[in-house]
């Protein structure tokens, strides 16, 4: 082998893609994938035309972007990167889940959900059996949004589908061929960022740059989901001062209103929706806790005040009525300016002068 040769067969190896097969086939509205649109930091763009130093080449198959190409028919079969991912004739890849996992198996015929068509009956190929023939196979899966993590929606009580979310389906013990837990990256919809800084990480971390990704006991990506709300929130000064609104519109405290925020795992407040603006608390609203397992139904109602926050809150308002009145007689102390700036012959400050007495001052 010459080395020409050599130095072919290695350009060809390093430019080998990383395919990332994105499935909206589960129970959800795509939100998650409109919202990743939004992304900034870093960007789709950035992603997939390898501008981030060091990002490995990827092939991104994804139902928003591919819009030309339909399951069956179009400038390609889309359907198709699935059937040779479950031939194993991609490797390796990456499988995005965005949308709960209905059960299959508690009803006579018919399906719940599907994605594209099964080739050998043409009937539409449920979900769940791409998640069963795909799993094995994923060098890594993540599951986008709170449907695909935790059920969301779809999964409250009294649901007919039996939904669940990957890591109920599969076991939050599976890993993946190398290794790797389900991750989850949740939200109703996904912060955009949140994901995209989450799929650089993996990327990195599957060329080798980047150590285990760090996730919590919810599988979740601990530095991303590591505070909660209040810790993050603007507005968390007048919890703190025992200051709540009584009213959408008002800068104070939203925990009377609804918030969660004391206790949800989100970093929104502090990262915001696009490009650093906005996020829930910022602009008025209160968190319902998207991002949490037992989202819906243990933080329903929405707009009542949580039960725990009546105990915390009446705490807060004892002590921060007089935080607020100590701090009251600290500023009228301290907002005022030294006694040594003014005009005049004398010297007031404490400075010793080492120049003539006869100097004026």
């Not at 649109?37 to 139902?63: F, R, Y």
């Not at 009937?123 to 023939?133: F, G, I, K, N, V």
């Not at 955009?192 to 285990?212: K, R």
Request: aromatic share 10%; hydrophobic share 35%; glycine share 12%.
């Amino acid at each position: 082998m010459t080395a020409t040769t050599q130095e072919t067969d290695a350009t060809s190896q390093q430019a080998a893609p990383i395919h990332i097969l994105w499935m909206n086939g589960g129970l959800s509205c795509d939100g998650d994938s409109v919202a990743l649109t939004s992304a900034t930091n870093p960007t789709i763009e950035e992603i997939v035309l390898g501008a981030l130093p060091g990002l490995p080449p990827i092939q991104v198959h994804w139902p928003l972007i591919d819009f030309e190409c339909g399951p069956e028919q179009g400038a390609d079969t889309f359907i198709d990167w699935w059937y040779r991912a479950d031939a194993g004739e991609l490797e390796p890849f990456v499988l995005v889940v965005e949308g709960s996992i209905p059960n299959e198996k508690i009803k006579a015929e018919g399906y719940w959900a599907g994605f594209g068509n099964d080739v050998t009956t043409g009937q539409p190929m449920p979900t769940a059996e791409w998640l069963d023939r795909l799993s094995s196979k994923a060098t890594a899966i993540i599951a986008a949004g709170t449907c695909a993590t935790y059920g969301g929606i779809h999964a409250m009580a009294g649901n007919p589908t039996g939904a669940m979310g990957v890591p109920d389906y599969l076991g939050w013990s599976w890993k993946s061929r190398a290794g790797l837990p389900i991750v989850c990256v949740p939200g109703c919809p996904i912060q955009p960022d949140n994901f995209s800084e989450t799929l650089v990480y993996l990327l990195y971390q599957l060329t080798g740059q980047a150590p285990m990704i760090p996730l919590d006991d919810k599988l979740r990506p601990q530095w991303l989901f590591g505070a909660t709300v209040h810790e993050g929130c603007d507005r968390g000064g007048y919890y703190e001062q025992g200051q709540f609104a009584t009213g959408y519109g008002s800068p104070e405290c939203l925990v009377k209103l609804g918030c969660w925020g004391p206790v949800v795992h989100c970093n929104v407040p502090k990262r915001g929706w696009i490009n650093g603006i906005g996020g829930c608390p910022n602009v008025g609203g209160i968190c319902i806790a998207c991002t949490m397992p037992g989202f819906p139904d243990k933080f329903m109602p929405f707009m009542d005040e949580p039960p725990g926050s009546r105990v915390s809150a009446a705490g807060s308002q004892a002590y921060g009525s007089v935080i607020r009145r100590l701090r009251g007689i600290t500023v009228h102390t301290v907002d005022q300016e030294p006694k040594w700036r003014h005009t005049g012959p004398t010297l007031t400050t404490g400075y010793t002068p080492n120049w003539s007495t006869n100097t004026r001052s």
